[in-house]
């Protein structure tokens, strides 16, 4: 995902201070399964009662779907910021209004699948700074710390149309509507660094 805030101060009294952030997020997701293997009934309508499952495997060049996700998200929240001689520390929280789409191709079943709609999402981060008081010539070594946490929810319809005749119970032109399709995500990374500054 990319992200872009801006900051705007609201309040600040010695070594803190307090912001109003604003921004976008965007993200694109873009996968293509290639191969299968799993199990299928053999018969639908076993004579025993227990339908007999079979291994069904395919090469694995074979592209069977592909599915693409696209997120734009604006973002408005509040942020603190904590300096003081050897330590910063940031900490931002902000809503994002979820401007969400995707497209769900399964090719062996000439099925597409799409969606759009309106969500809703959370985004927080932490960053921190200490810088260690012995000096290395004239660098001070640091140390950092980053952790991002993001969270989305969309409850929209879905649209399922077959472009071709692959599925034998669904011809070409086959369509439905107004499918209920939810979307979520959670998202955290972190990262841990040591660095010099002058």
């Known amino acids: 995902p990319y992200t872009t805030l801006f900051r705007s101060r609201l309040y600040s009294w010695r070594w803190f201070a307090i ?12 996968y293509d399964i290639m191969g299968l293997e799993g199990w299928q009934y053999a018969d639908e309508n076993p ?11 395919e090469s694995p060049t074979l592209k069977v779907m592909e599915y693409e996700i696209t997120h734009h998200a604006p973002i408005a929240g509040i942020a603190l ?6 330590l910063a ?3 931002a929280a902000g809503y994002l209004l979820l401007f969400i789409s995707d497209s769900d191709d399964h090719i062996l079943r000439t099925k597409l699948s799409t969606a759009e709609g309106i969500g ?12 260690l008081k012995r000096s290395i010539g004239s660098f001070r070594p640091f140390l950092f710390l980053a952790a991002d946490f993001s969270y989305i929810y969309a409850d929209i319809e879905q649209i399922q149309e077959w472009y071709g ?6 011809p070409k032109g086959t369509k439905y509507t107004g499918i209920s399709h ?6 955290f990374t972190i990262t841990l660094g040591y660095g010099f500054h002058y």
């Open 81 to 86: 910021r904590i300096t003081t001689p050897n």
């Open 19 to 30: 912001y109003a952030i604003g921004g976008y997020r965007y993200q694109y997701v873009d």
């Open 89 to 91: 520390v940031d900490l």
């Open 165 to 170: 005749n692959l599925d034998p119970d669904a």
């Open 47 to 57: 004579v025993d009662g227990q339908p007999e499952l079979y291994v069904m495997s």
């Open 182 to 187: 939810l979307i979520k995500s959670a998202l």
């Open 120 to 131: 809703h999402g959370l985004l927080c981060s932490l960053e921190g700074r200490y810088t």
